[in-house]
């Protein structure tokens, strides 16, 4: 029982020393055992969180060096350490995140919105860039709206990341929210005409690529 309030103890400990950016007390408590992975009682962040959410990178860099981090644990909310980063436009606490192995990058937090849903949302063009270069990135997932990453950068006025967005292979312009409509509808009803131009664009340059293959697919058939 002594040694559970120890171990508890400890983690809180370092959980405070992280959050406040004490890498030097960050790395004399991970050596002394204690726990990682440790949740905040009231918030439910670990360290990793905290200090990521802080920015504190040198702290964050030792606690993801430490075997056995988990980078995936969610808070209260919902949100992983590199939800939280993302939200906030640490840029560099992200990539030292998409460097580990075991990140979700697709992890979601209690209202349904990844890490490039967060930043496009907040306009964290540096971020999106960064998540847009992940292999495993999955860029039409919707939130508890069924907005995507696309439909939150014009929902917000993100006119960089929006273009950021329709560079991506996989993007999709059309998907619809619950509510039935799509990026350009959102686009259209705020009035903005730079982002209707990009979205149509797009979508024209869309139609043209498709037709060119299908015109090849029924050329090569024929010469078969």
Do not use: W
Request: hydrophobic share 40%; charged share 25%.
């Amino acid at each position: 029982m002594n040694s559970g309030r120890s171990h508890s103890s400890k983690g809180s400990r370092l959980y405070s020393f992280a959050r406040d950016g004490n890498h030097g007390e960050v790395r004399n408590m991970l050596r002394r055992g204690a726990n990682v992975n440790f949740r905040n009682m009231e918030c439910g962040r670990t360290a990793l969180i905290a200090a990521g959410s802080n920015s504190h990178n040198k702290v964050v860099r030792a606690l993801l060096n430490h075997e056995g981090v988990d980078v995936n644990v969610k808070d209260n909310d919902g949100y992983t350490a590199l939800i939280t980063a993302s939200c906030f436009g640490h840029s560099r606490v992200v990539c030292a995140l998409l460097k580990h192995p075991g990140v979700d990058v697709n992890s979601t937090n209690n209202g349904g919105e990844t890490a490039l849903i967060s930043a496009s949302f907040s306009g964290r063009l540096a971020v999106v860039t960064a998540l847009l270069q992940h292999p495993r990135v999955k860029v039409n997932i919707k939130d508890e709206y069924g907005f995507s990453a696309l439909m939150n950068a014009c929902l917000c006025g993100h006119l960089e990341v929006l273009r950021a967005l329709l560079d991506h292979e996989r993007v999709n312009v059309n998907i619809m929210s619950n509510y039935g409509i799509t990026a350009l509808d959102v686009a259209r009803g705020r009035g903005e005409d730079d982002f209707v131009r990009l979205l149509e664009e797009h979508v024209e340059s869309r139609r043209l690529v498709e037709e060119e293959v299908r015109r090849q697919e029924l050329l090569n058939r024929e010469l078969a």
